[in-house]
Every structure is written in C-alpha cells, then in structure tokens.
C-alpha cells in the first residue's frame, strides 16, 4: 500500500485539531468564537445558525464567499482520466521528454492515475457539529442533483477539496489539510447562507472555475 492509499496518522491528527469552539444552547448552535486564523476563513457569525437567524437582521451574520480561483470544476474532475496533460502540466512535460509510447512515460501516468484515485477515495471529513454526512470525494462528485446550487454542495466540496488537494489555488497550500481548511470554509458559507433572511445566493463562477492546471507532480513513483 503507498503513500497514496491510505492516511497517516497526522492527517487523522489534524482533522480532530481542526474543532471548532460551537456550543449548544437552547436556540440551536451558536457559533461562540473564532480563532484569528479559523479554518473558517472568511466567514464570521453572531447569533444562531438555527432557523432562529431569520428573526435577526443583516447586521448579525457576515459571511463571503471563500475566494477560490483557477480549479477546475466538478463535472472536469468527473472525467478526469480524458484531460491528464492539461490538468497537470508535470506529466504533459515528462509526456514530450520521454515520448507517450515509451514505458517510462507509461509509469509516470500510472503514478498521476493512482494519486487521483486515491485523492477520491478520501473522506470530506468536516467537524461534527455540523451534522454533515461524511461522504468520499467520489461520493460528493456522484451526488449532482440538478442546477440548485444548495442540493449540489458536496458536488462543489468535491472539486474544492481536489483543486486544493492538486494545488490549483494560487496563496493556498496543496495537501490533504488545506483541502480539509477550504471545503469547510465553503460549508460554512453554505450553511450560513442558506440560514440567512436575505436568502442563499452562489453561481459557479464565484466558485473561481476556470478548468486550469497545476504544475503539482508525484514525489515518489515507481
């Protein structure tokens, strides 16, 4: 088994350090504190994110969209295996160094097919409180359900966690942890704005999908 088929313990660790300070109260969750450098990101709240929040005002919750560019989008990632070289720029190098019938061109893509396979068999872990289900990536790209944004959340997480996962983002780190950071950020905005009086709004191309590429390579390939 290597390093790309299964999670190390640290990965464990840094999901469970990634807790939020939510408590209960009698309203529903409240939000008490936030670190200055939460893995919720933009997003800030006052008051409850219960359906209580519709009885508060504008002036109680601020939320932004986490600001995302350059990834590529869900329904990219679900056909991944048919845009190799122009989603990573490494392999489509090596592919013109070594020549595409070579044998060792053929191992180095085998390497790339089996870190994204293994990149969709995580888990979307996300804090508990939050009551969501935690689901594979593959899992979140199988779940689309139309053009609502609101059922297609964890189609969006998907693409967020692997445009992350694959350093896609310019100003944010690649790897399992800022991939776990940025579809937090991104849940939180959805719950928040699904819970807020002046209703839920998100387009795709807020999302930043631009299908581009990232220069992230394999460091270990047999």
Request: glycine letters at 8%; one cysteine or more; charged letters at 20%.
């Amino acid at each position: 088994m290597n390093e790309f088929e299964k999670l190390s313990k640290k990965d464990v660790s840094a999901v469970s350090k990634r807790r939020n300070f939510l408590k209960k109260t009698a309203t529903g969750a409240v939000i008490v504190s936030l670190p200055a450098k939460s893995v919720w990101g933009t997003c800030t709240v006052s008051g409850t994110m219960s359906g209580n929040l519709s009885q508060h005002g504008d002036s109680d919750h601020h939320c932004e969209i986490p600001n995302f560019n350059g990834g590529r989008s869900p329904g990219n990632w679900k056909t991944w295996d048919n845009n190799l070289h122009s989603t990573f720029r490494s392999l489509g190098d090596d592919r013109q160094a070594m020549g595409h019938r070579t044998q060792a061109y053929s191992n180095r893509k085998a390497c790339y097919e089996s870190a994204i396979s293994a990149a969709l068999n995580h888990t979307m872990t996300l804090d508990s409180e939050l009551g969501a289900p935690q689901i594979t990536v593959q899992q979140g790209l199988d779940k689309y359900l139309g053009p609502n944004f609101e059922n297609n959340i964890f189609f969006h997480m998907a693409a967020v966690y692997l445009n992350s996962y694959f350093g896609f983002y310019n100003g944010i780190p690649d790897g399992r942890d800022s991939a776990l950071e940025q579809i937090e950020k991104l849940y939180l905005y959805y719950k928040v704005m699904s819970n807020s009086p002046t209703g839920f709004s998100i387009t795709e191309d807020e999302l930043g999908y631009h299908d581009g590429s990232t220069y992230w390579s394999v460091t270990h390939c047999s």
